[in-house]
């Protein structure tokens, strides 16, 4: 049986969940990312405008490597 490789596309977008679920555990709701110099540049920026169109992120650009991620947790609407 041979396992597949994971593509580039794939190991970004999992160490960009990991990051996200790190930040979501510890409350931050927010959490820098940098494009690892492995990283090919067009999957960098494919995801960055993925995160761009989102209305539930905002996204904060830091450098063309850099972005600030922050969101906030849905309400459902019942007083606590």
């Known amino acids: 049986m041979i396992i597949p490789f994971p593509t580039p596309e794939r190991r970004l977008v999992r160490r960009i969940e990991q990051l996200i679920s790190r930040a979501q555990a510890n409350h931050f709701h927010q959490v820098a990312i ?44 019942l007083a606590s």
């Open 34 to 77: 940098s494009r690892g110099t492995h990283e090919p540049i067009h999957e960098w920026e494919r995801l960055v405008e993925q995160f761009d169109d989102s209305d539930q992120v905002r996204v904060i650009h830091i450098t063309h490597h850099d972005i600030l991620l922050s969101w906030r947790l849905p309400t459902t609407g």
